[in-house]
C-alpha cells in the first residue's frame, strides 16, 4: 500500500522540510509588508510633525556610535591613534588587564602601543551621542542577539544570523522572532509544532526516507519514521511518539516520586541526627560539670582521677558525636546526589521533543534500589547520667573503693550508646544473622502444655501435666513464655500444626485467674498473631486486626527492640509480609505461644547464633 502511494506521488526535488524552509522566507515578506508599508507611513508623519530634529536623528546611525566592548551608546567617548573610539572606562580596564605585558592593544583592530597612550575626549563624538540620547534612539542591536558559538542561528537570517527563538520540527528549521511571524499569523503555519531551539533536528529526520521520524519502535527502542514502520521494522511492535513518550512520561514522574520520597525521609532524618547530637553534647556537658562539681569536695588524692573522668567522657562524647556526623554527612551526600538526579529528571521531563526526550530518557542509568529509609527517633537515653552516680559512690566510700574508680567510671562512660539506623534485613539469610537460641520456661508453661524437644516443643493436651507450682505458671490459659528475654534485634521461626497464636509479651504479664485480659494479644502487655487454616488475625490491647497473607505451616517473627518494629512473616520457600507494628518497647520482650486443642508448635533452630544477642 505504502509503495503505490509513493508512486503517484508527484517528484519534487525538495522533501516536504526543505520546502517549508523555502516557503518560510516568502511568507516572512508577504506577511511583513504591510507592517513595512505602515510603518513608512509613520516615519514620513513624525518627518513632517518633528522637523528639523527627526530629519537629523534620522540621519545618525546608532551602531556607528557604539562601545564595541560593552555594546552600549558611547559614555565619555575617547578616541586613539587607531581612529577607533570606546568608553573611557572600557578601554582602561581593558588596558589594565594587559598592563603585564607592557603592551597596550586595540580591542578591533589589535593594533600595538609600547606606551600606554594618554586618552583624551572625542568632544564631537560626544556630541552626537547627545543627541542620540535626547531623540530617544537607542545603540543598535548589542552582539548578544546575534547567534555565536553553541547558539542556534536563525536558518532565514542572511549575514550576521539572529539567534533562534524557536525551532519548527515540521520545518526542520529555527528562526528569530521575526522570521518566527508567519508560524503566528498564518493559518497553515500554525499548526506546526514549535520547540525550543535546537540544533539537533536533523536527528528527527530519517536518514533513509528523508521523512520527520515520528514513530516509535518498542521491539528495537528506537525512533523511526512512519515509513521504516511498514518497511524494515514490519512486525514489530511499534507505536507513536507521543504514545511513548506519554507512557515515559509516567514512568519518569512515578521515579520523581520515589525519589522526593527518598529525599523527604532522609530530610527528616537529618534533623533526629542533629537531635541526637544535641542530647549528646548536652548529656555530657551536664555528666563533666556534675562530675566536676562533686571532685572539687574531694581530697587531692582524687583530683588526677577526677581529671581522668572528664578526659573519657570528653573522649566518649567526641567519639559518638563523630559517629552521628559521619552518618549525617552520608545522608547529606546521599540527599545531595537524589537532588541532583531530580533535577535531571525534571529537565527531562520538560523536553518537548518526542525524539530527544526518548533519547535522553533510555540513556538514563537505572535507579539503584536502595532500602526503606528507616525512620530514626531520639530516645530519652542516659547517656552520662551514671557518671556522676558513680562519682558520688567513691567520695562516700574513699578508701575502700578508690582502686575499683578507674573500672566503675570507665565502664560507665564506655557504655553510652548512640541511636543509629541500620536497614532492615531484605531477605531471609539477612533475617537468619540475628536468630538466637530460645527455649521454652517450664515454669510459665500451663499445664494442659506438654513441653519436648528441649523445651522448643510445645503440644496441647487433654490430660494435666505434672508440674509443679510455680508464681510464673499460667494457671487458665493455655500458654507459655521464653526463658530468655529478647533486646535488640532478633529472628525465630515457628513451626506449627493446628492452631497456634504466635506472641511477644512483657515479662510482668498476668499469669492467674480467667480474666480476658491474661490472654496474649488482650492486654497492652503482650502483641499476638493467631494462625489457623481459615487465615489470620492480629491482637493487641484487645483489637482484633484481619490479615490476609499466603498459608503456611512456618511463621517468621522480626523483633527491633530498639526500633519499636515488630514484624510477622509467612516462611515457605520465600517470606511474605503478613503483619508489621510499629510502636515502642519499654520493657524486654519474651517469646510467647498459645496452643490451641489437637495443636502444637515448635521454636525451630534456624542460624543459630550465641545468646550473646538476646
Given at each position: 500500500?505504502?509503495?503505490?502511494?509513493?508512486?503517484?506521488?508527484?517528484?519534487?526535488?525538495?522533501?516536504?522540510?526543505?520546502?517549508?524552509?523555502?516557503?518560510?522566507?516568502?511568507?516572512?515578506?508577504?506577511?511583513?509588508?504591510?507592517?513595512?508599508?505602515?510603518?513608512?507611513?509613520?516615519?514620513?508623519?513624525?518627518?513632517?510633525?518633528?522637523?528639523?530634529?527627526?530629519?537629523?536623528?534620522?540621519?545618525?546611525?546608532?551602531?556607528?556610535?557604539?562601545?564595541?566592548?560593552?555594546?552600549?551608546?558611547?559614555?565619555?567617548?575617547?578616541?586613539?591613534?587607531?581612529?577607533?573610539?570606546?568608553?573611557?572606562?572600557?578601554?582602561?580596564?581593558?588596558?589594565?588587564?594587559?598592563?603585564?605585558?607592557?603592551?597596550?592593544?586595540?580591542?578591533?583592530?589589535?593594533?600595538?602601543?609600547?606606551?600606554?597612550?594618554?586618552?583624551?575626549?572625542?568632544?564631537?563624538?560626544?556630541?552626537?551621542?547627545?543627541?542620540?540620547?535626547?531623540?530617544?534612539?537607542?545603540?543598535?542591536?548589542?552582539?548578544?542577539?546575534?547567534?555565536?558559538?553553541?547558539?542556534?542561528?536563525?536558518?532565514?537570517?542572511?549575514?550576521?544570523?539572529?539567534?533562534?527563538?524557536?525551532?519548527?520540527?515540521?520545518?526542520?528549521?529555527?528562526?528569530?522572532?521575526?522570521?518566527?511571524?508567519?508560524?503566528?499569523?498564518?493559518?497553515?503555519?500554525?499548526?506546526?509544532?514549535?520547540?525550543?531551539?535546537?540544533?539537533?533536528?536533523?536527528?528527527?529526520?530519517?536518514?533513509?526516507?528523508?521523512?520527520?521520524?515520528?514513530?516509535?519502535?518498542?521491539?528495537?527502542?528506537?525512533?523511526?519514521?512512519?515509513?521504516?514502520?511498514?518497511?524494515?521494522?514490519?512486525?514489530?511492535?511499534?507505536?507513536?511518539?507521543?504514545?511513548?513518550?506519554?507512557?515515559?512520561?509516567?514512568?519518569?514522574?512515578?521515579?520523581?516520586?520515589?525519589?522526593?520520597?527518598?529525599?523527604?525521609?532522609?530530610?527528616?532524618?537529618?534533623?533526629?541526627?542533629?537531635?541526637?547530637?544535641?542530647?549528646?553534647?548536652?548529656?555530657?556537658?551536664?555528666?563533666?560539670?556534675?562530675?566536676?562539681?562533686?571532685?572539687?569536695?574531694?581530697?587531692?588524692?582524687?583530683?588526677?582521677?577526677?581529671?581522668?573522668?572528664?578526659?573519657?567522657?570528653?573522649?566518649?562524647?567526641?567519639?559518638?558525636?563523630?559517629?552521628?556526623?559521619?552518618?549525617?554527612?552520608?545522608?547529606?551526600?546521599?540527599?545531595?546526589?537524589?537532588?541532583?538526579?531530580?533535577?535531571?529528571?525534571?529537565?527531562?521531563?520538560?523536553?518537548?521533543?518526542?525524539?530527544?526526550?526518548?533519547?535522553?530518557?533510555?540513556?538514563?542509568?537505572?535507579?539503584?534500589?536502595?532500602?526503606?529509609?528507616?525512620?530514626?527517633?531520639?530516645?530519652?537515653?542516659?547517656?552520662?547520667?551514671?557518671?556522676?552516680?558513680?562519682?558520688?559512690?567513691?567520695?562516700?566510700?574513699?578508701?575502700?573503693?578508690?582502686?575499683?574508680?578507674?573500672?566503675n567510671t570507665s565502664w560507665t562512660v564506655c557504655n553510652v550508646d548512640v541511636l543509629l539506623p541500620e536497614p532492615e534485613p531484605r531477605s531471609r539469610d539477612d533475617f537468619l544473622r540475628y536468630s538466637p537460641l530460645i527455649t521454652l520456661d517450664p515454669n510459665t508453661v500451663n499445664k494442659h502444655l506438654f513441653l519436648s524437644e528441649e523445651n522448643r516443643r510445645v503440644t496441647r493436651m487433654e490430660e494435666v501435666q505434672p508440674y509443679c507450682d510455680h508464681p510464673d505458671r499460667f494457671t487458665v490459659w493455655q500458654q507459655v513464655l521464653s526463658r530468655e528475654s529478647l533486646n535488640g534485634r532478633c529472628y525465630w521461626e515457628v513451626e506449627r500444626r493446628g492452631r497456634v497464636e504466635v506472641a511477644v509479651a512483657y515479662r510482668n504479664i498476668s499469669r492467674a485467674g480467667r480474666s480476658e485480659e491474661i490472654a496474649f494479644g488482650s492486654n497492652d502487655k503482650s502483641w499476638s498473631l493467631y494462625c489457623s487454616s481459615g487465615g489470620y488475625k492480629f491482637h493487641h490491647n484487645n483489637i482484633r486486626t484481619d490479615v490476609s497473607g499466603p498459608q503456611s505451616?512456618?511463621?517468621?517473627?522480626?523483633?527491633?527492640?530498639?526500633?519499636?518494629?515488630?514484624?510477622?512473616?509467612?516462611?515457605?520457600?520465600?517470606?511474605?509480609?503478613?503483619?508489621?507494628?510499629?510502636?515502642?518497647?519499654?520493657?524486654?520482650?519474651?517469646?510467647?505461644?498459645?496452643?490451641?486443642?489437637?495443636?502444637?508448635?515448635?521454636?525451630?533452630?534456624?542460624?543459630?547464633?550465641?545468646?550473646?544477642?538476646?
Amino acid at each position: 500500500m505504502s509503495q503505490e502511494v509513493r508512486s503517484h506521488a508527484p517528484c519534487s526535488p525538495y522533501s516536504q522540510s526543505q520546502l517549508c524552509l523555502v516557503i518560510s522566507p516568502l511568507l516572512v515578506k508577504l506577511v511583513s509588508f504591510p507592517r513595512q508599508l505602515e510603518l513608512s507611513q509613520s516615519v514620513r508623519q513624525s518627518e513632517v510633525l518633528g522637523g528639523k530634529m527627526a530629519q537629523s536623528a534620522a540621519q545618525l546611525d546608532p551602531e556607528s556610535f557604539s562601545c564595541s566592548l560593552c555594546l552600549d551608546l558611547l559614555k565619555d567617548p575617547v578616541t586613539i591613534s587607531c581612529g577607533h573610539s570606546y568608553c573611557r572606562k572600557c578601554l582602561q580596564h581593558h588596558w589594565d588587564a594587559e598592563e603585564e605585558k607592557r603592551v597596550y592593544s586595540c580591542p578591533q583592530c589589535k593594533r600595538t602601543f609600547t606606551a600606554r597612550p594618554v586618552l583624551e575626549k572625542n568632544t564631537m563624538l560626544a556630541a552626537r551621542v547627545e543627541t542620540l540620547e535626547k531623540t530617544g534612539l537607542q545603540a543598535a542591536p548589542a552582539d548578544h542577539c546575534y547567534a555565536g558559538a553553541g547558539d542556534v542561528a536563525c536558518d532565514v537570517c542572511t549575514g550576521r544570523k539572529l539567534k533562534a527563538l524557536k525551532s519548527c520540527l515540521l520545518c526542520q528549521a529555527s528562526y528569530c522572532d521575526s522570521h518566527l511571524q508567519p508560524h503566528r499569523d498564518t493559518a497553515p503555519l500554525e499548526r506546526h509544532k514549535l520547540v525550543e531551539p535546537s540544533q539537533q533536528l536533523q536527528e528527527n529526520i530519517c536518514p533513509r526516507h528523508d521523512e520527520v521520524m515520528k514513530m516509535f519502535c518498542r521491539t528495537d527502542q528506537k525512533i523511526i519514521s512512519y515509513v521504516c514502520s511498514v518497511d524494515e521494522h514490519h512486525g514489530h511492535q511499534t507505536v507513536p511518539a507521543a504514545a511513548e513518550r506519554t507512557e515515559r512520561q509516567r514512568e519518569l514522574e512515578e521515579t520523581r516520586q520515589k525519589i522526593q520520597w527518598k529525599i523527604q525521609h532522609t530530610e527528616e532524618d537529618l534533623k533526629v541526627l542533629q537531635k541526637e547530637v544535641e542530647s549528646i553534647n548536652g548529656s555530657a556537658d551536664k555528666a563533666v560539670k556534675d562530675s566536676e562539681d562533686i571532685f572539687t569536695q574531694m581530697i587531692r588524692q582524687l583530683e588526677r582521677r577526677c581529671s581522668e573522668v572528664q578526659q573519657q567522657v570528653r573522649s566518649t562524647q567526641g567519639a559518638a558525636v563523630s559517629r552521628v556526623k559521619e552518618f549525617q554527612k552520608k545522608l547529606e551526600q546521599e540527599l545531595m546526589e537524589l537532588k541532583r538526579g531530580d533535577a535531571e529528571l525534571e529537565k527531562i521531563s520538560h523536553t518537548l521533543d518526542h525524539s530527544q526526550f526518548l533519547h535522553s530518557f533510555y540513556s538514563l542509568p537505572a535507579l539503584s534500589p536502595s532500602p526503606d529509609s528507616s525512620s530514626l527517633e531520639v530516645h530519652p537515653l542516659r547517656y552520662f547520667e551514671d557518671v556522676a552516680a558513680a562519682v558520688t559512690k567513691l567520695r562516700d566510700e574513699i578508701q575502700q573503693v578508690l582502686m575499683e574508680t578507674q573500672t566503675n567510671t570507665s565502664w560507665t562512660v564506655c557504655n553510652v550508646d548512640v541511636l543509629l539506623p541500620e536497614p532492615e534485613p531484605r531477605s531471609r539469610d539477612d533475617f537468619l544473622r540475628y536468630s538466637p537460641l530460645i527455649t521454652l520456661d517450664p515454669n510459665t508453661v500451663n499445664k494442659h502444655l506438654f513441653l519436648s524437644e528441649e523445651n522448643r516443643r510445645v503440644t496441647r493436651m487433654e490430660e494435666v501435666q505434672p508440674y509443679c507450682d510455680h508464681p510464673d505458671r499460667f494457671t487458665v490459659w493455655q500458654q507459655v513464655l521464653s526463658r530468655e528475654s529478647l533486646n535488640g534485634r532478633c529472628y525465630w521461626e515457628v513451626e506449627r500444626r493446628g492452631r497456634v497464636e504466635v506472641a511477644v509479651a512483657y515479662r510482668n504479664i498476668s499469669r492467674a485467674g480467667r480474666s480476658e485480659e491474661i490472654a496474649f494479644g488482650s492486654n497492652d502487655k503482650s502483641w499476638s498473631l493467631y494462625c489457623s487454616s481459615g487465615g489470620y488475625k492480629f491482637h493487641h490491647n484487645n483489637i482484633r486486626t484481619d490479615v490476609s497473607g499466603p498459608q503456611s505451616s512456618r511463621v517468621g517473627v522480626y523483633l527491633d527492640h530498639r526500633a519499636g518494629l515488630l514484624s510477622f512473616y509467612s516462611v515457605s520457600g520465600t517470606m511474605e509480609l503478613l503483619h508489621r507494628v510499629q510502636t515502642s518497647f519499654t520493657q524486654p520482650l519474651h517469646v510467647g505461644l498459645y496452643v490451641y486443642l489437637n495443636s502444637s508448635a515448635e521454636l525451630m533452630k534456624v542460624g543459630l547464633k550465641s545468646s550473646e544477642r538476646l
